[in-house]
């Protein structure tokens, strides 16, 4: 479903970010006591009566200074008025009017998209009017005071903000696939996701950290809709100092947690690192699909060899998810990165995929037949009765046996590998749950008791 966009613009400082949460009814937007914490657009389901939208935050507008990141975010705001149905120009009902505020509302005038002008950080009511006043010699309409913080006069303005927002029934229904882009910091997270959508939808930069929070992005490939989830660059915990970088990184771990699937992106030039490896084990304990994507492989000498020396190196340090495929490609060139959505697909279907017990059975009796169950030192031999899906999303399959500790992890490991072979899941990981007899007797107990209770 393509909600209609509300863009949230003003300066720096403004309390942006803190109208957003607030106005999102989430605490997911970056809000940090220092300027410029906001850089990409970053985007927020909302809702209010029977109209929903996406709130679009961006970067704190400036207009007279070209240093470091500021010509970027005039861009990435220029970029969320040109999707947006209106947008709130947020101005800061403590500081009165600037001359930045000045600048930004003439610009404001210029665009073809209504704008709302939300006087923030008025914490009281009775004095909030009085400061709103002044903010009418912009010429942008009736200014309404608000507050970010407690959330006085976010109704009033959310009343006048949905005259402009299709109705909810109105808008064609989709499913979509949800897709975090993870990784280490600059390792081509944000060019690989521009490559998707073909805009500077993130900024990029050599510098590392330049993206500070989960940013989504929705594009459709073939009539199907992707929800694509740039994070901030994940390093070392012990690098990491508390500020806008820990919140980031915060909501990238989220990110993976909400994602159908996640791409793990790694340099092609650095080769998998001990942080690559710990994100990696980080997806498969969320029980998420995964598609390993080598990014700068355009930057790599390579012979008839390379790849393949690449490809044993990489399942040597990442076996444990070694369900996961691995695709070469180039964020910078565009080299396969359309194939990427191939696979996300393969991952995406395979993670909600359920089979019948009966099919579970078969390959298990197959398995059986091929390799017994180990047996103790005492003789005693383990016993699969039956196996049956439990749950997806990650797949997870409970086979119900005489005593799972006489199955030992190379027998366990086998039979995960032999429902891989026969059923597939590729590019998800499987749970198998050792089920015994003494805990299927409580189950059926405690059923019992609660039947004589009824």
Request: glycine residues 8%; neutral net charge; proline residues 4%.
């Amino acid at each position: 479903m393509s909600l209609p966009v509300v863009a949230i613009i003003g300066r720096p400082n403004v309390g942006k970010s803190t109208l957003v949460n607030r106005l999102a009814g989430v605490q997911d937007a970056i809000v940090h006591d220092e300027p410029g914490v906001t850089r990409d657009r970053t985007y927020r389901s909302a809702f209010w009566e029977d109209r929903e939208f996406v709130i679009v935050d961006t970067g704190g507008l400036v207009f007279n200074d070209d240093t470091e990141f500021l010509p970027l975010i005039r861009e990435q705001a220029m970029l969320a008025l040109s999707e947006a149905s209106a947008a709130i120009f947020v101005v800061d009902g403590q500081s009165g009017l600037t001359a930045a505020d000045e600048t930004i509302a003439d610009w404001l005038r210029q665009q073809p998209v209504p704008v709302l002008l939300a006087v923030n950080k008025c914490e009281s009511s009775e004095q909030g009017l009085t400061q709103a006043i002044e903010f009418w010699e912009l010429g942008l309409g009736e200014p309404f005071p608000v507050s970010g913080i407690h959330g006085s006069g976010t109704g009033e303005l959310l009343d006048a903000l949905i005259t402009y927002i299709v109705p909810a029934e109105e808008i064609p229904q989709t499913e979509e696939i949800k897709v975090a882009i993870v990784g280490r910091p600059n390792v081509g997270k944000s060019s690989l996701l521009n490559a998707f959508v073909g805009e500077n939808r993130s900024i990029v930069s050599p510098i590392s950290g330049t993206t500070r929070d989960a940013i989504d992005m929705l594009v459709e490939r073939n009539g199907k809709t992707y929800r694509l989830i740039d994070t901030a660059g994940i390093r070392k915990k012990k690098n990491v100092e508390y500020g806008p970088e820990f919140f980031g990184i915060n909501r990238a771990f989220k990110a993976i947690r909400r994602a159908d699937v996640v791409l793990l992106v790694i340099d092609a030039v650095d080769g998998i690192t001990e942080q690559d490896q710990k994100l990696a084990g980080r997806i498969d304990e969320e029980g998420r699909a995964c598609v390993i994507v080598i990014n700068k492989w355009d930057a790599v000498e390579k012979d008839s060899y390379t790849i393949y020396e690449f490809e044993r190196n990489f399942k040597g340090r990442l076996n444990f998810i070694d369900w996961a495929e691995t695709i070469f490609v180039s964020a910078q060139t565009g080299q396969r990165v359309e194939k990427i959505l191939d696979l996300v697909n393969t991952a995406a279907e395979q993670h909600k995929r359920r089979v019948t017990t009966a099919v579970i059975n078969e390959v298990l009796q197959e398995a059986i037949s091929w390799v017994s169950p180990p047996t103790t030192r005492q003789g005693r031999q383990g016993k699969i009765y039956y196996g049956t899906q439990v749950s997806s999303q990650p797949p997870a399959i409970a086979l119900f046996v005489n005593d799972p500790k006489r199955f030992n992890d190379n027998y366990r490991r086998y039979i995960e590998g032999q429902f891989r072979k026969q059923l597939g899941f590729t590019g998800t990981p499987v749970r198998l749950f050792w089920r015994g007899k003494k805990v299927r007797e409580m189950e059926a107990g405690s059923r019992s008791n609660r039947a004589t209770r009824v």
